[in-house]
């Protein structure tokens, strides 16, 4: 038996001291070590293994954090650890108490390709730091040899079909780091992922300084609508892409663990499209797909093979088990415009599942750090830019081979 933990952090806008990430946005040199402060208090109380980081403008401020994180776990243990003087220093409540740095761990980190540098425009990236180090090279998924079609279903009427369009991606809005972490004889492959944000996208015309939907004293319900709208075809595409990506490692029999900012809830679109279907109760209540008449049904047969096609398609949120474990009600993740959510995901391929007999860990538990969660909306909030406006959640797994 081997436990390990995966932990996925928005560390909210993490950049030096002076730079102007987005407009007239920035850290003073007390506001980032503020941060930097904060951040690594947050690492130790996580003490996890795998962490994937989403918000991150520069690798140098993470690597930054992580150290600092670092130097305060080696203080704790020495405060906390017996010497091997101590008779009783192998006693497994000190072990519990004790963090492990991150010194040997290493760190991929994946730019924004849409990130240009300039000041108050700058693209956030994403970062995984592992203590069990990866198998191979770390992979970046954002731009594409050539555009994803979208096409839509034609509409049909007593005039014909009418084309319906499509939806064209060149890009991802944000990258999605794919790396394998190799954990005791398995290798695990982790997809850590921020997709398109609920902000509206509005365009702005040629020659103006703005879109006319950002002009919230001539306030366009309509237009908002439709920048809500782009936003969340872009967001649902991007989870497809992933969802791509996912399925090509599961069809090679390869564990899968996707983290992050969904943008989306579990059972928002998004999330659905990323985990998959739910298989349907029973198949041979289901008309075939070339049935001519009413009575064409799949077989037994057929409807066992569906199912498990379906079944080993799908993941399964950590949060979801966790509730039906623990008969805990709800998770928040993060404060949007007021209101609680919880968007923040760890997904698990059915090698986790504790109904699938094959499974090569169980999940323990599932601990969110999340008392602090502010969007800036609530009056006692006044540091809302320096910490973060989401919690961190952390899925504890146990290994059951080595």
């Known amino acids: 038996m081997m436990d390990f933990t995966f932990a ?73 650890i017996p010497d091997k003087g101590k008779a009783y220093h192998r006693k497994v409540i000190f072990r519990k108490l004790g963090v492990e740095p991150w010194d040997d761990a290493a760190l991929a980190f994946a730019p924004n390709s849409a990130d240009t540098g300039e000041p108050g425009k700058r693209r956030p990236g994403l970062a995984v730091l592992s203590r069990f180090g990866f198998a191979g090279e770390p992979e970046i998924i954002q731009d594409f040899d050539a555009p994803i079609d979208i096409p839509f279903q034609p509409l049909r009427g007593l005039d014909g079909d009418l084309e319906a369009g499509s939806f064209r991606l060149r890009r991802l809005s944000r990258p999605v780091l794919k790396v394998r972490i190799p954990v005791g004889d398995t290798v695990i492959t982790l997809f850590n992922c921020h997709l398109k944000s609920k902000l509206g996208e509005y365009i702005t015309p040629p020659g103006a300084d703005f879109a006319p939907e950002e002009d919230l004293t001539r306030y366009d319900a309509v237009g908002r609508a439709m920048g809500s709208m782009r936003a ?74 569906i199912t498990e096609q379906v079944e080993r398609s799908r993941l399964h949120s950590a949060e979801k088990l966790f509730v039906r474990k623990s008969l805990r009600d709800m998770v928040y993740t993060t404060a949007f415009a007021g209101v609680f959510e919880s968007i923040d995901q760890i997904f698990l391929s059915r090698h986790f599942h504790p109904d699938y007999d094959k499974r090569i860990a169980d999940m323990e538990y599932f601990s969110v750090l999340n008392d602090h969660i502010t969007d800036g909306s609530h009056p006692e909030a006044p540091y809302n830019k320096l910490a973060s406006d989401h919690g961190q959640i952390k899925a504890h797994l146990r290994l059951r081979r080595d």
């Open 8 to 80: 996925s952090f928005n560390v909210k806008n993490l950049i030096g001291p002076d730079k102007e990430y987005y407009e007239f946005q920035s850290y003073t040199p007390e506001e980032y070590a503020w941060k930097r402060d904060w951040m690594a208090s947050q690492l130790v109380d996580l003490d996890a293994d795998v962490i994937g980081f989403q918000e991150i403008f520069e690798e140098e401020a993470l690597r930054e954090v992580i150290s600092e994180a670092s130097s305060r776990a080696r203080t704790l243990n020495d405060a906390v």
């Open 232 to 305: 969340a075809v872009r967001r649902m595409a991007e989870a497809w892409v992933l969802r791509r990506e996912v399925m090509s490692e599961l069809a090679h029999g390869n564990p899968v663990v996707v983290m992050g900012d969904f943008n989306d809830g579990e059972h928002a679109v998004s999330s659905e499209i990323i985990a998959g279907e739910v298989p349907f109760k029973n198949y041979q209540w289901m008309l075939r797909h070339d049935a001519e008449s009413y009575s064409d049904r799949y077989t037994a047969e057929e409807a066992s093979s």
